[in-house]
């Protein structure tokens, strides 16, 4: 995806900060689509992963792009994350990926080296535009010398929280100088504040994406540029150990909670309201807002470095099966999906802000409360944002299931932290290998 991110991070930081200064430039009008002179009716697969927000916004976007497309016929489908990947492996291994697809950074590099997915550079500027894409994300969909998917949002990571409740414990909201320690604390006064019944915090160690984020404080990377590990089981100890200081303070989320977290709202602690908070990308603004309440609010990451271990990250990409029979079609339909303004109002930030910066220009002024809200968030942490790191290898997504597995070992006292720790890296290695 990226170049190390320990060099040239000031270039990308400098990067994302010019693509916020371009938000608040004047708004401009719609662009001209591409298209071809094929008017013999084509029917499309998209599919993506998400919650039901996402899925409304999408339809509504795509039957924008079919009305202005009548003789291209889109079917749609969605699905919960792993549910997701589970069918499109499935898919893959059977030569029958749909057209279009929503593909994670954990996969993206897998199935590129796969040939899944296809090489969209022949059709730059005919049918798919990408030069509008904000410059620090274009890395994103590439690997090697080809372009394999447009960064689909814009997105970075977060604390949701409920600044009432917080100030009602007498607890301080987060800030950009606040610390592990201090986060403990909180979630430890938070947790007393009503009698153990609420979680300060859902337990953060379930998931890789939040070990990154710690990794990252700290200059390293989950994966190095040529395919390894990033990490050393000593890492992963103390990031385990860390969570171990909240879970033994009473400040997290019991593993009962915890083990059925996947990062979808239905199963959030925060929206349950079992946890008075949680660590998530704030591309989920909008559907917590809608599943736990408009007084939800993001906050930065705490650290005990001088980096907040926030990326700015390419939420997902869109890119196009490499089987597919209708290939200009279906990067029309990437295009519209990226580049077209009515299609960004609609689709608001339910995969992060617009990567296309022209157009998040243009909708930024009537942006929902919610969608202005994230626009907001990453305003106030430009300066803080890290560059996206590179493509993840093969087993990437592998590596992220089994962290999960592995982690619940330990939440139910099957295993210890270190036990746990070298059986994730021990898995990893093998998996990479």
């Not at 007498?170 to 938070?190: E, Q, R």
């Not at 915090?201 to 040529?226: H, M, P, S």
């Not at 279906?330 to 930030?349: H, P, R, S, W, Y």
């Amino acid at each position: 995806m990226r170049a190390s991110p320990r060099g040239g991070v000031r270039r990308a930081v400098a990067a994302v900060s010019m693509t916020m200064l371009v938000l608040a430039a004047a708004a401009c009008g719609g662009s001209d689509e591409p298209g071809t002179d094929d008017n013999a009716p084509v029917t499309l697969q998209f599919v993506w992963w998400g919650n039901d927000d996402r899925a409304e916004k999408t339809r509504q976007a795509v039957e924008l792009f079919e009305s202005k497309h009548p003789n291209i016929t889109v079917e749609t489908s969605f699905a919960a994350y792993d549910a997701y990947f589970q069918k499109l492996s499935t898919q893959i291994a059977g030569g029958d990926v749909p057209d279009v697809v929503q593909m994670d950074r954990a996969y993206f590099r897998e199935y590129a080296e796969r040939n899944a997915l296809l090489d969209l550079t022949p059709y730059l500027g005919r049918t798919l535009r990408n030069e509008k894409v904000a410059q620090v994300l274009k890395p994103a969909g590439e690997f090697g010398d080809a372009v394999y998917g447009i960064p689909a949002g814009l997105t970075t990571q977060g604390l949701a929280y409920d600044p009432a409740l917080w100030e009602k414990a007498g607890v301080a909201a987060p800030s950009t100088t606040w610390t592990w320690d201090d986060f403990l604390a909180a979630a430890t006064k938070l947790s007393q504040s009503s009698g153990g019944k609420v979680a300060g915090t859902t337990d953060f160690g379930w998931a890789i994406d939040w070990f990154d984020a710690w990794l990252q404080q700290r200059g390293k990377t989950l994966y190095t540029e040529d395919a390894k590990l990033g990490f050393t089981t000593d890492e992963l100890n103390q990031f385990w150990d860390l969570t171990k200081r909240f879970r033994d303070a009473g400040a997290t989320t019991p593993a009962e909670v915890t083990t059925q977290m996947d990062g979808a709202m239905p199963t959030s602690a925060l929206v349950k309201k079992v946890s008075y908070s949680e660590i998530n990308y704030d591309s989920s603004f909008t559907a917590y807002r809608s599943s736990y309440g408009e007084s939800v609010a993001y906050g930065p990451l705490p650290s005990d470095t001088d980096k907040r271990g926030m990326v700015a990250h390419a939420s997902m990409s869109f890119s196009v099966g490499r089987a597919t029979e209708h290939p200009d079609q279906a990067t029309m339909l990437v295009d519209f999906l990226i580049n077209d303004v009515e299609a960004g109002k609609i689709l608001g930030v339910a995969r992060g802000l617009p990567t296309n910066t022209d157009v998040l220009a243009a909708v930024a002024p009537s942006l929902s409360p919610g969608d202005k809200a994230v626009y907001d968030y990453q305003q106030s942490v430009t300066s803080l944002l890290l560059p996206t790191p590179p493509a993840q290898p093969k087993g990437g997504g592998a590596i992220k299931q089994e962290f999960q597995r592995v982690y619940d070992e330990i939440i139910f006292g099957r295993i210890s932290n270190a036990d746990g720790a070298k059986r994730l890296v021990d898995e990893a290695e093998n998996l990479l290998n």
